[in-house]
């Protein structure tokens, strides 16, 4: 971002004003002279530019602006000095500079984002910049900006969702885990000192068991807490390392795969809706949607539409013949094709699929949220019953 500079001055005549000019020093000093001003004072300030990464957010920032400023009439290539010239964020600048510069190589915008993005680490679906792609194939940028704004922002609200969704039982578990380890390897060993061998020999068995447990992984902490901490960083460090289909993962998982469907098809149902709107025919629509990973029965059942559209069969014909399509759509793509209507009949079954994607989440919460309370509840019984047992079998113990 463009240094500031804050001053101020007198006007010719003699009026005093206070004013911020973006700039250098040497710019400053020009507009000074140029303005025939009488500088009191004045004081540089410098903004200091985030380190952070490129993120998903950011890319839907710039799509946005880049659509308004386009929309006016703005050159792509003015479009991005301007945006460079007010980023926040130094991978910012150089993923704009670096557009820049493949745009006066000759390349499409399309493209030169798509090496962009690769370059700066942010992984972006075929769809994203087919939808740039195709525009710039009619002549329309603009239009493309648009329909890729409005993808990436129903992508961006899927992921709020399931982020929120997550949040509150990833809390519980990780609370879980640190009073169970609390328990194990603090309260426990101490407790377990106040017998001797042969007391403690003589323990009821659930007393027994937990403390000697406790002691256990006391006398080894170091190795296991290393080893924990070790596992942790492999299974991140995989994570990031490896692509893993997490909804075909999840797919599998009994009682998860409607779930996964609803997401799927919203996702299917809001790209369609959004191209048709954008004066994209629904074969091309279909072909976009073979870039993006969705589940292999989606795929197929994408890529079967495709061929019985070029004979001639319906759309809601196609889809009637597939058990992961609910009747209620195949009715409403059925009146869509005999309305032209499909780009808004399209946009409701997106919206329809998000919403019963958003209640089985809070069904699945509503049973996952207290099960792991209760799980805790009953592992921290079962240990405050275990002491109770030792504390009133102490008498005895010592007979």
Same mark, same amino acid.
């Given at each position: 971002?463009?240094?500031?500079?804050?001053?101020?001055?007198?006007?010719?005549?003699?009026?005093?004003?206070?004013?911020?000019?973006?700039?250098?020093?040497?710019?400053?000093?020009?507009?000074?002279?140029?303005?025939?001003?009488?500088?009191?004072?004045?004081?540089?300030?410098?903004?200091?530019?985030?380190?952070?990464?490129?993120?998903?957010?950011?890319?839907?920032?710039?799509?946005?602006?880049?659509?308004?400023?386009?929309?006016?009439?703005?050159?792509?290539?003015?479009?991005?000095?301007?945006?460079?010239?007010?980023?926040?964020?130094?991978?910012?600048?150089?993923?704009?500079?670096?557009?820049?510069?493949?745009?006066?190589?000759?390349?499409?915008?399309?493209?030169? $984002?798509?090496?962009?993005?690769?370059?700066?680490? =942010?992984?972006?679906?075929?769809?994203?910049?087919?939808?740039?792609?195709?525009?710039?194939?009619?002549?329309?940028?603009?239009?493309? =900006?648009?329909? $890729?704004?409005?993808?990436?922002?129903?992508?961006?609200?899927?992921?709020?969702?399931?982020?929120?969704?997550?949040?509150?039982? +990833?809390?519980?578990?990780?609370?879980?885990?640190?009073?169970?380890?609390?328990?194990?390897? #603090?309260? &426990?060993?101490?407790?377990?000192?106040?017998?001797?061998?042969?007391?403690?020999?003589?323990?009821?068995?659930?007393?027994?068991?937990?403390?000697?447990?406790?002691?256990?992984?006391?006398?080894?902490?170091?190795?296991?807490?290393?080893?924990?901490?070790?596992?942790?960083?492999?299974?991140?460090?995989?994570?990031?390392?490896?692509?893993?289909?997490?909804?075909?993962?999840?797919?599998?998982?009994?009682?998860?795969?409607?779930?996964?469907?609803?997401?799927?098809?919203? &996702?299917?149902?809001?790209? #369609?809706?959004?191209?048709?709107?954008?004066?994209?025919?629904?074969?091309?629509?279909?072909?976009? =949607?073979?870039?993006?990973?969705?589940?292999?029965?989606?795929?197929?059942?994408?890529?079967?539409?495709?061929?019985?559209?070029?004979?001639?069969?319906?759309?809601?014909?196609?889809?009637?013949?597939?058990?992961?399509?609910?009747?209620?759509?195949?009715?409403? =793509?059925?009146?869509?094709?005999?309305? +032209?209507?499909?780009?808004?009949?399209?946009?409701?079954?997106?919206?329809?699929?998000?919403?019963?994607?958003?209640?089985?989440?809070?069904?699945?919460? +509503?049973?996952?949220?207290?099960?792991?309370?209760?799980?805790?509840?009953?592992?921290?019984?079962?240990?405050?019953?275990?002491?109770?047992?030792?504390?009133?079998?102490?008498?005895?113990?010592?007979?």
């Amino acid at each position: 971002m463009n240094p500031r500079i804050l001053y101020k001055a007198l006007t010719p005549n003699k009026e005093p004003i206070d004013g911020v000019f973006e700039g250098n020093k040497s710019e400053f000093e020009h507009f000074i002279r140029q303005k025939k001003l009488l500088i009191l004072s004045y004081k540089e300030e410098k903004k200091r530019l985030s380190k952070a990464k490129f993120s998903q957010d950011d890319f839907l920032t710039l799509v946005e602006e880049l659509y308004y400023l386009t929309k006016a009439g703005m050159a792509i290539d003015a479009a991005l000095k301007l945006l460079a010239s007010t980023a926040t964020k130094t991978s910012q600048i150089s993923l704009l500079k670096r557009l820049l510069q493949t745009i006066k190589e000759g390349k499409q915008l399309s493209v030169a $984002l798509s090496e962009s993005l690769k370059n700066e680490g =942010l992984q972006v679906d075929a769809l994203s910049i087919g939808f740039l792609a195709t525009a710039e194939e009619v002549g329309d940028l603009s239009d493309g =900006l648009l329909q $890729l704004f409005e993808y990436l922002s129903f992508q961006k609200k899927i992921r709020s969702d399931i982020r929120q969704a997550l949040s509150y039982p +990833a809390f519980l578990l990780i609370m879980s885990l640190a009073v169970s380890l609390l328990i194990f390897f #603090l309260i &426990i060993p101490k407790f377990s000192t106040i017998f001797t061998p042969e007391e403690f020999a003589k323990l009821p068995a659930l007393s027994y068991a937990m403390l000697s447990l406790g002691k256990t992984l006391n006398q080894y902490s170091v190795p296991i807490l290393s080893g924990l901490f070790a596992f942790v960083g492999i299974c991140i460090w995989y994570l990031k390392s490896r692509t893993i289909n997490w909804m075909r993962l999840f797919y599998l998982i009994p009682g998860f795969n409607r779930l996964i469907v609803d997401l799927q098809l919203s &996702i299917v149902y809001g790209a #369609l809706s959004t191209m048709i709107k954008g004066g994209l025919e629904l074969d091309k629509a279909l072909r976009q =949607l073979q870039k993006i990973t969705l589940l292999q029965e989606i795929n197929h059942l994408i890529t079967n539409a495709l061929s019985e559209l070029k004979r001639g069969v319906k759309l809601s014909s196609v889809f009637s013949l597939s058990s992961l399509i609910p009747p209620s759509d195949i009715a409403l =793509l059925h009146v869509g094709e005999h309305s +032209a209507s499909m780009s808004e009949v399209f946009g409701s079954l997106s919206l329809r699929h998000s919403d019963a994607f958003s209640r089985s989440v809070k069904r699945v919460l +509503a049973i996952l949220e207290p099960s792991v309370i209760v799980g805790l509840g009953l592992f921290i019984a079962m240990v405050v019953v275990s002491i109770m047992l030792a504390v009133m079998s102490i008498s005895d113990v010592a007979g």
